[in-house]
């Protein structure tokens, strides 16, 4: 409270880079869980990343512990962006009292994610393709073989324009969307529930931690299907008019990979999708929050 939204601007978009640094690791062996086995039904491919523990092994074994960090500059400029845009709109949403009516905090919560992850999209693009690539031996899905961050903007832009920059939006925005809803809907009543029980101290860090572990199991179950087809969407390869070769769009993308891979496809890296969401829910609010105090 009592912070302008230009300030949670900058504030969200800190706070959002400082989570995305510890946990970043996560959103690897993720993306490799959620591509591989692509359009393949189950038990008729190889499976070089099995569980998140293993997947982790596989990955530091392929491109050593610095590749558990791939995607990382990508990741915090999406971070930045996304977080900052989020925070922004949702400071907005209080000054203007809509969050104080039934459901306005559900809503505003999706509202601000989804033009938080519109004005992301194209670095969480570049992120997903240069968290894809690695070794042939253990390669999961299209590897677009960019050098670096900057030279992956300069690839797409040269092939595609602008419009191939936000390819894939279209699974980021409701992606983001339900996420941000769910986890401002049930972070605050999972963090009573946990001190209700007494199984932590009212207003602990240990309590915050357990609430956002606790909220992270409805936002894992709700946000992992746009979690896979955004995924999938992002790192699919395209022809030089820049449509997809393997997806027309959202709903294709949701349809193909339940009639392959079954439904249990569109929850695949759900391990890591939760491990990751209880710690950045609970570092992004702490950053966000003793930022402010700052």
Same mark, same amino acid.
């Given at each position: 409270?009592?912070?302008?939204p230009?300030?949670?601007?900058v504030?969200g978009?800190?706070?959002?880079?400082?989570?995305?640094?510890?946990?970043?690791?996560?959103?690897?062996?993720?993306?490799? $869980?959620?591509?591989?086995?692509?359009l393949?039904?189950?038990?008729?491919?190889?499976?070089?990343?099995?569980? &998140?523990?293993r997947a982790?092994?596989?990955?530091?074994?392929?491109?050593?512990?610095?590749g558990l960090q791939?995607?990382?500059?990508?990741? $915090?400029l999406y971070?930045?962006l996304?977080? %900052?845009v989020?925070f922004?709109?949702?400071?907005?949403?209080?000054d203007?009292?809509?969050?104080?009516?039934?459901?306005?905090?559900?809503?505003?919560?999706?509202?601000?994610?989804? &033009?938080?992850?519109f &004005?992301?999209?194209?670095?969480?693009? &570049?992120?997903?393709?240069?968290?894809?690539?690695t070794?042939?031996?253990?390669?999961?899905?299209?590897?677009h073989?960019?050098e670096?961050?900057?030279?992956?903007?300069?690839?797409?832009y040269?092939?595609?324009?602008?419009?191939?920059?936000?390819?894939?939006?279209?699974?980021?925005v409701?992606?983001?969307?339900?996420?941000?809803?769910a986890?401002?809907?049930?972070f605050?009543?999972?963090?009573?529930?946990v001190?209700?029980?007494q199984?932590?101290?009212?207003?602990?860090?240990?309590?915050?931690?357990?609430?956002?572990?606790?909220?992270g199991?409805?936002?894992?179950?709700t946000?992992t299907?746009?979690?896979?087809?955004?995924?999938?969407?992002y790192?699919?390869?395209?022809d030089?008019?820049?449509?997809?070769?393997?997806?027309?769009?959202? $709903?294709?993308?949701?349809?193909?990979?339940?009639?392959?891979?079954?439904?249990?496809?569109?929850?695949?890296?759900? %391990?890591?999708?939760? $491990?990751?969401?209880?710690p950045?829910?609970?570092?992004s609010?702490?950053?966000?929050?003793?930022?402010?105090k700052?």
């Amino acid at each position: 409270g009592g912070v302008p939204p230009a300030i949670d601007l900058v504030l969200g978009a800190a706070a959002g880079c400082l989570a995305c640094v510890l946990t970043n690791p996560l959103e690897v062996v993720k993306t490799r $869980l959620q591509l591989q086995g692509e359009l393949q039904p189950p038990g008729t491919y190889p499976r070089p990343y099995r569980g &998140v523990l293993r997947a982790v092994g596989a990955v530091c074994r392929a491109d050593g512990v610095r590749g558990l960090q791939k995607g990382l500059a990508a990741g $915090l400029l999406y971070q930045g962006l996304m977080n %900052g845009v989020r925070f922004y709109c949702y400071s907005h949403a209080e000054d203007a009292g809509w969050t104080g009516y039934p459901g306005g905090t559900v809503a505003a919560g999706a509202v601000a994610g989804a &033009v938080g992850a519109f &004005v992301g999209s194209p670095a969480y693009l &570049v992120k997903t393709h240069l968290q894809a690539q690695t070794l042939g031996a253990v390669a999961v899905g299209h590897q677009h073989n960019h050098e670096n961050i900057s030279g992956a903007f300069k690839s797409i832009y040269q092939q595609h324009g602008v419009v191939g920059l936000w390819r894939g939006v279209t699974g980021a925005v409701p992606r983001v969307a339900v996420g941000s809803a769910a986890q401002l809907a049930t972070f605050a009543s999972a963090k009573d529930w946990v001190c209700e029980r007494q199984w932590f101290g009212e207003g602990s860090w240990a309590a915050v931690l357990a609430g956002g572990m606790v909220s992270g199991v409805a936002v894992a179950v709700t946000m992992t299907p746009f979690d896979v087809v955004s995924t999938r969407l992002y790192n699919q390869p395209v022809d030089a008019d820049g449509t997809g070769k393997l997806y027309r769009g959202f $709903l294709d993308c949701i349809l193909q990979i339940s009639s392959k891979e079954g439904l249990l496809g569109l929850y695949k890296g759900i %391990g890591a999708v939760y $491990l990751r969401l209880g710690p950045h829910t609970v570092l992004s609010l702490f950053f966000w929050d003793e930022l402010r105090k700052m």
